[in-house]
């Protein structure tokens, strides 16, 4: 029996095994951002000690940075706590450090992949649970708490539980304006947000294979949501055209042994997994979130369920999420007036979220009710803009770009979502809060952002062009 490829990445990394207990895993790359950083530090501070493998760890600021004036000082004193307190310790511990307005800094989850740091093969980690991002490039990648950060800075291994493995095939092919967020808000809304939990995800089938690699990324980003450990994609010819000649990938005899490492990460013909699921593109549509968390989710022209549809263990929690909302059951959301309209994070700020959501508002001019955040994912997402002019198309509509960062994906920084308004988010949460005490979260694609920024309500993009 052929073994899964979640099963040849993580064997090939384990260390030792512990008696009646996890296994020690090799970790090949850390990332660290400012929130999840400061107590992992101290700790070896405390201890006396040094990371043990330095140039395998790169740092940026990103949850908590500023999307304008970033060359002036942050103003929200924790904010530049944070931020400045990252910058000394990666100089402390003689880590890669990208700061603010450095060309290399953007989201965490966006800069990885684009820099060629995130590779296939390798086990990567980071103190925030949408680490799972990297999965798209046929790595096993998952988020780890603050003092696993510590654990592997100061020895480059981490104790960990194999997870179950799970394959989720979708085949055919995605209809018009249906995109890879509609594709994980569907999964979602079919296995709800604890439907994984226990597994690690491999993601198959024509549909997947399809899927651009920004389109991977958006998928694997949403793993977590799902309850999964992390979500990944087998590597293949779309993977390593990517890759190549991006900063940190290998180059010249390295990149040819890469590659042909790179071609046998796949899982076997006959392997068996824990878990295995199957879904039709065809039967996907643009999506929409009407609840409180990103399994509460429908196609854009469906209904909310109605109370009778509901399990009886959860009719309490339901409504509660829809009266946070301001929703009914059974209340079609097409037409509902927008108020904010966020396009960006690790989910979606990438070059192919912007060209998308520049194609729908492309002649048009936003909606003069409705207020627009276009965040990039990273200087270098902010450049391809620029070159591709797509900074004027948007610019003519009537929108503005703001500097990389996470901006109104959480509420860690300047760009918070005022109490009461509703925002059409590209982002990864639509829990209670989550984008601004009070701030009501409906999650979508970039398409369907874009065409709610134009029409001041909830747009079936579909009708637009």
Excluded at 154 to 172: D, V, Y
Excluded at 307 to 322: M, R, T
């Amino acid at each position: 029996m052929a073994n899964t490829l979640f099963d040849k990445i993580w064997d090939q990394h384990v260390v030792q095994h512990v008696e009646d207990g996890p296994q020690q895993l090799y970790i090949d790359r850390l990332y660290c951002h400012e929130v999840t950083s400061p107590q992992a530090f101290a700790g070896l501070r405390a201890r006396g000690i040094k990371c043990f493998r330095p140039e395998k760890i790169f740092c940026m600021p990103d949850h908590n940075t500023p999307t304008h004036d970033q060359d002036k000082p942050i103003e929200d004193p924790v904010s530049k706590t944070q931020v400045d307190t990252l910058a000394k310790n990666a100089e402390e511990f003689g880590l890669n450090h990208f700061g603010m307005l450095n060309p290399k800094n953007g989201i965490i989850h966006v800069v990885g992949p684009e820099r060629g740091l995130s590779l296939p093969g390798m086990t990567i980690v980071c103190g925030d649970s949408h680490t799972s991002t990297h999965g798209a490039m046929g790595a096993v990648a998952f988020g780890i708490g603050t003092s696993e950060v510590e654990m592997v800075m100061a020895s480059q291994c981490i104790l960990q539980q194999k997870p179950k493995s799970m394959r989720i095939n979708i085949e055919g092919k995605l209809g018009k304006d249906v995109t890879a967020k509609d594709v994980a808000l569907y999964l979602m809304s079919k296995l709800t947000t604890s439907g994984a939990t226990g597994y690690f995800v491999e993601y198959a089938g024509s549909a997947v294979r399809d899927l651009s690699m920004e389109g991977r990324l958006t998928l694997c980003n949403l793993s977590i949501e799902m309850g999964a450990r992390g979500g990944f994609i087998a590597p293949d010819e779309k993977t390593f055209e990517y890759i190549k000649g991006r900063e940190y990938a290998p180059k010249g005899d390295e990149w040819d042994k890469a590659v042909e490492y790179w071609k046998t990460l796949k899982s076997g013909d006959d392997a068996v997994f824990d878990k295995e699921l199957n879904f039709k593109a065809e039967d996907i549509e643009p999506m929409v979130t009407y609840g409180t968390n990103p399994g509460m989710g429908m196609g854009i022209t469906q209904e909310i369920p109605s109370l009778d549809s509901i399990p009886e263990a959860g009719k309490a929690s339901f409504l509660k999420s829809l009266e946070y909302m301001g929703f009914q059951p059974g209340q079609k959301l097409l037409g509902t007036p927008v108020d904010y309209v966020f396009l960006g994070a690790c989910t979606n700020g990438r070059i192919e979220d912007f060209r998308a959501f520049a194609s729908v508002v492309k002649g048009k001019k936003k909606a003069e009710n409705v207020t627009a955040w276009l965040v990039p994912g990273s200087w270098m997402v902010l450049d391809q803009i620029k070159e591709e002019g797509l900074d004027k198309v948007l610019e003519e509509a009537g929108f503005q770009i703001r500097q990389p960062g996470c901006s109104a994906c959480l509420a860690m920084n300047d760009d918070k979502i005022p109490a009461g308004k509703l925002a059409v988010s590209t982002s990864n949460r639509n829990f209670e809060g989550r984008q601004g005490p009070g701030a009501r979260t409906v999650l979508a694609s970039p398409l369907v952002a874009a065409a709610a920024a134009v029409t001041g309500v909830i747009t079936d993009p579909r009708t637009l062009n």
